[in-house]
């Protein structure tokens, strides 16, 4: 979308003046582009916060999901839509901060063609093993990697994951050398843990709880800043010796150029369903992290977005990730 087009869509903003305008906001239902499939954690997140959103703003809000190229497809369509409030985007790993160090040639730039709306969540992953492994710990794993460079395989949700970031990052921070194995998400790379084809994975704790609470798999370690209330009893990579917090994350963004009264109507009512006690409990079972305070705040989430790619960046670099196309 040129310039011009943008200032035109935005021109109601400057002739009614901020407050009219977010007054007379939204004036349709609002649609959330998740730029994954349906089922995804993305699209539960989406939907967990857009039906709390919609009874805010007074108007549905309604989840579509454009997946394709590793997120990029929605992020596009996002960042070429009217900047009016109407059409925002579930960002998150993939689109926003993974894509820019994965793709050569990106059809949007993601620092440039959105404006931050409000972090919502960060999904911890976890360091998880067979239940009859002789890894009892994370410094078990670190010893036998570092005992054999290269010869203890580890498995992630896929190349350019957050896991598989993840695991760069334990790499270079221990200094050992794991065998990075990239499966296509923790739904098979879990069953091969399991299997007993793979000894240890980093993956998504929604998808290793069952097998945790059943007893076939134990977690070492997870990646969030402080213990989760649903594994309360493991330990945190932190406090395992590694410096080292990630995982999953998503928030909202809207197209560059959206009026800044709009932004604010959207920010207020997502804060409002992150507030709420009911989807907080739902994603404290889910294992889910809120958001800091701070970064459900526009300057925040931008802040935390610029920390997080030159991170991610840095960590390609080091790795010898080379872009693809």
């Known amino acids: 979308m040129s310039m011009h087009r943008r200032l035109f869509l935005a021109a109601p903003a400057l002739l009614l ?25 993305s699209d539960f997140q989406a939907r967990l916060i857009g039906e709390r959103m919609a009874a805010r703003l007074g108007q549905p809000v309604v989840v579509e999901n454009r997946a394709g190229a590793g997120g990029t497809v929605g992020a596009d369509f996002v960042a070429k839509s009217d900047p009016d409030g109407h059409t925002l985007l579930l960002g998150s790993n993939g689109p926003l901060t993974n894509a820019p160090v994965l793709q050569a040639r990106l059809s949007y730039d993601p620092a440039a063609d959105f404006a931050p709306i409000s972090m919502i969540s960060r999904s911890p992953v976890t360091l998880t093993v067979r239940a009859d492994s002789p890894w009892r710990s994370v410094a078990d794993v670190l010893a036998a990697a570092r005992a054999r460079p290269g010869e203890v395989a580890i498995g992630s949700s896929g190349q350019g994951s957050a896991t598989h970031f993840l695991i760069e990052q334990v790499m270079a921070t221990a200094d050992i050398r ?17 299997s007993g084809t793979i ?7 929604s998808t290793v709880l069952p097998t945790f609470r059943d007893g076939r798999s134990r977690i070492l370690a997870v990646s969030s800043a402080g213990r989760l209330p649903i594994v309360s009893e493991v330990p945190t990579l932190i406090e395992s010796g ?6 999953s994350w998503a928030g909202l963004v809207a197209p560059r150029g959206t009026p800044e009264a709009v932004l604010a109507v959207l920010g207020d009512a997502a ?31 931008a802040a935390w977005l610029t920390r997080e790619r030159a991170l991610i960046r840095a960590t390609a670099t080091r790795a010898g990730i080379q872009p693809a196309g």
């Open 17 to 41: 003046g901020p407050a009219a305008f977010a007054q007379s906001f939204p004036q349709r239902p609002v649609r959330i582009i998740v730029p994954f499939a349906a089922g995804t954690s």
């Open 178 to 194: 794991f065998t990075h194995v990239p499966y296509r998400g923790s739904s098979q790379s879990v069953p091969d843990m399991l």
């Open 199 to 205: 000894p240890v994975v980093m993956a998504e704790i």
């Open 242 to 247: 590694l410096n080292l917090t990630g995982g």
């Open 271 to 301: 804060r409002a369903g992150l507030a709420d006690p009911a989807y907080r409990a739902r994603q404290a079972e889910l294992g889910a992290e809120i958001a800091a305070a701070s970064e459900q705040q526009p300057a925040g989430f």
